[in-house]
């Protein structure tokens, strides 16, 4: 499908903003992390191991961490090595911090994609029934069920879901994306698989479908007031038709934006989701990297998670101008 000129001149101006963007994502994040109370080599030797420590010793660690230059030349020294791909060294695990991150990128990608895949499916399901039946008991339902959805927290819904389905019911494992004796069949590991993304996916899907439930409900009940429903209506075809053909189709259209603006959430909602389960992708990294203060590592992170939303936002757009010829960018 060929792209209209406009369409074609705002990709190439948003894909110039990308750059300077994240160059100031990169002193934000820089900034943020060096303003930040804890010291990094006491999280990384330990507190009890720094205080028996001489004053020299503590010097030379904070040399091998870089920490002895002036801010701004460190700042400067990291986005050199950022430019030419180096994206620096994780002091507590020991190895390049692009390498890891890129390690568990697949495991966020599986979790996030199956989570978003079943919040959009179910959410189309549910907000179709709730606006065919305006005001009728199912529609009372849904609309009370996408409240308790919208209001309980993340971290409560998986610590309900590995309780009951993974403690009390013992249907489903409680963590880790595999088991610890990986079977060695193929149906019998990827059937290991299913069985432990069902529960961290699940909770992620519960996470966001409140979201896209009402934005489909509203969308619809919007589209089936449209002069084109009536005009519709007045030339006989049969209410089906006319909710699955023309109102959903058009409704599910701004529905592509809301996915572009719902990628934040769903890497925050990721770090929640794999930490309590034990998901080894780049939300438990993140955690982790939190917890002990490994700073190069958490930049890396904040660089590489902003790069994931520019890049899913400007898809959005474009996806939306291409799906609905309406939509002209100049």
Known sequence: MELDSGLARYIIRRALQIPPLLFGITILAFLIFYLSPVNPVVAYLGMT????????DIAKVEEQLGLDKPAY???????EHIAQGDWGFSYILKRPVLDVILERFPATLLLTFTGYGLSMVLGVVMGLASAK???????????HLNYILYSTPTFLAALLAMLVFAVWLGWLPSSRMISVNEPVTFWAYNLDRIRHIILPASVLAVSHLAVFYTYIRS?????MREDYIVTARAKGLDERTILYRHALRNSL????TQIGLAIPLLIGGSVIVESIFAWPGIGKLT????LRADYML???MTLFTSLLVIIGNLMADVAYAILDPRVKYN
Do not use: C, I, N
């Open 49 to 56: 191991t720094v205080q028996k420590m001489p004053a020299e």
């Open 73 to 79: 030349e460190r700042y400067l020294l990291w986005l």
């Open 133 to 143: 039946r305006e005001g009728s008991p199912l529609d009372r339902f849904l609309h």
């Open 219 to 223: 969308s619809l009940l919007e589209a």
């Open 253 to 256: 259209l701004p529905f592509v």
């Open 287 to 290: 955690y982790d990297a939190a």
């Open 298 to 300: 958490l930049m890396g």
